[in-house]
């Protein structure tokens, strides 16, 4: 009997079941923390290929404006590289990982084409297959010893609205009253804009700086400012074209790409000696080799020197077309001059190294179409009175661009300065979104997945 209750009793007898209860829970609670403990490195792992794939991506696009595709690619390898080093990750991005092309936006799918230069897509990985697959930790004792991991990047460029098409500059815009602001223009300034009143500011028009609250207005403020508010954005630009002015000089003079325009039809520059630019321009065919011609002839690249502070100047009423002038001289410019596919460029660095009396036109009056425009960009600053107006014209000063009243850049107008903008009243500009194909613009680039 005693045998027998001992058995019965061991078989009713729950002593110690919380240990066998523990022992199991402790195997679950391991075997669930040894999963997150991998889950938690391969995320780690990556978001260290999102890393090295997003600084690739953008080498790889900045480097490809300029060189190769190769040299792209290679630099962008070793961007990754020493992002995660090969010792310790493995070959994590290849040369053939690296295609160009564009972003389709509305698709929003990446095209390959391997000439493009406005997008890069990027793969970068950890697979088992190269040898460098994430290791595992707990996982490895049910079998899956490595995570195959794979990210990548597409990297597009893109042309800020400002840099395009508006006022933008690195210190003050200083607008004053009666202006009129439409189709998507846009005002920004790097410091702060300042307006006076009764200035209207259509839908989608955009007024930026760092700090929005930082404008300058009347006590009217937004109440004599129609739209102002709606249009205030808070933001800021590296202005990069301002640093690439000696560049775009050098690419001039040669005739070389990718800075000039493509009606010029010979690279070899002409010198000439006058001081002055008058009549209309000449045939195709009319020898302007003598130096005391007064007109330019289409198609060519002319440069002038000048000593002692001298200018060199354009006769009023003179309409030049698909010329290019580079010179050391301030440049002056006559009432009811006109500038149809012409490039300016002086590297004389006075407060006055651009000037003209009124009515100063850049650019061909035709309605936003095709070609036309015109540019002028100086190292110093630009100072025009009334009536200047703008047809898919750009001005590009590394100090100051001063105009008065009643400017028009209804068809398309970019004025950047590396100092100040400041307009006076009477003003109208507008967004045209094309004709300024032959803009000097430097690409921005941005993530677009």
């Not at 028009?205 to 102002?228: A, H, R, W």
């Not at 039809?265 to 630019?277: C, M, N, P, R």
């Amino acid at each position: 009997m005693k045998a027998y209750s001992k058995i019965r009793n061991f078989g009713t007898d729950e002593g110690g079941a919380i240990t066998a209860l523990m022992v199991f829970m402790t195997l679950i609670f391991f075997t669930v923390a040894g999963i997150a403990i991998d889950l938690a490195f391969a995320y780690k792992s990556r978001t260290e290929l999102q890393m090295a794939a997003d600084s690739a991506a953008h080498a790889a696009l900045y480097t490809r404006q300029d060189n190769k595709r190769e040299d792209a690619q290679a630099l962008a390898v070793e961007v990754a590289e020493a992002t995660l080093h090969p010792a310790a990750f493995g070959d994590v991005l290849r040369a053939e990982d690296i295609l160009f092309g564009y972003w389709d936006e509305e698709l929003q799918t990446f095209v390959i084409d391997p000439t493009s230069k406005d997008g890069v897509m990027v793969s970068t990985a950890r697979f088992a297959s190269t040898g460098n697959a994430v290791p595992t930790f707990f996982l490895g004792m049910v079998g899956m010893s490595t995570w195959d991991v794979r990210t990548g990047s597409v990297f597009r460029t893109y042309m800020p609205t400002c840099l395009r098409e508006g006022f933008a500059a690195d210190d003050v815009v200083d607008v004053q009253s009666n202006n009129s602001f439409y189709n998507g223009f846009c005002i920004h300034s790097n410091t702060h804009v300042k307006l006076s009143s009764d200035n209207f500011f259509a839908d989608g028009t955009v007024v930026s700086m760092p700090d929005k609250t930082n404008i300058d207005l009347p006590n009217s403020g937004f109440e004599s400012n129609q739209g102002l508010e709606a249009a205030l954005r808070d933001g800021k630009y590296d202005i990069r074209i301002l640093n690439r002015l000696t560049e775009i000089e050098d690419s001039l003079r040669a005739g070389d790409e990718p800075w000039t325009p493509d009606y010029i039809t010979s690279s070899t520059a002409v010198s000439f000696s006058q001081k002055k630019i008058g009549g209309m321009v000449p045939p195709s065919g009319v020898d302007t080799s003598d130096a005391n011609t007064k007109m330019l002839q289409k198609g060519r690249i002319y440069t002038k020197s000048c000593t002692g502070g001298s200018a060199l100047s354009v006769e009023a009423g003179v309409k030049l077309e698909e010329v290019v002038i580079l010179t050391n001289c301030k440049i002056n410019f006559g009432q009811g001059v006109e500038l149809n596919d012409v490039v300016v460029l002086t590297t004389n660095t006075s407060s006055k190294s651009i000037s003209s009396a009124s009515s100063l036109q850049v650019g061909k009056d035709d309605g936003c179409a095709t070609g036309g425009g015109a540019q002028i960009l100086t190292w110093g600053s630009v100072d025009v009175p009334a009536d200047m107006r703008l047809y898919g014209g750009q001005i590009i000063a590394r100090h100051d661009i001063n105009f008065s009243a009643n400017a028009n850049g209804i068809e398309g107008a970019s004025l950047i300065a590396g100092g100040n903008i400041s307009g006076t009243s009477n003003m109208t500009m507008g967004f045209c979104g094309s004709g300024m194909e032959d803009n000097f613009e430097i690409p921005y680039f941005q993530l677009a997945t």
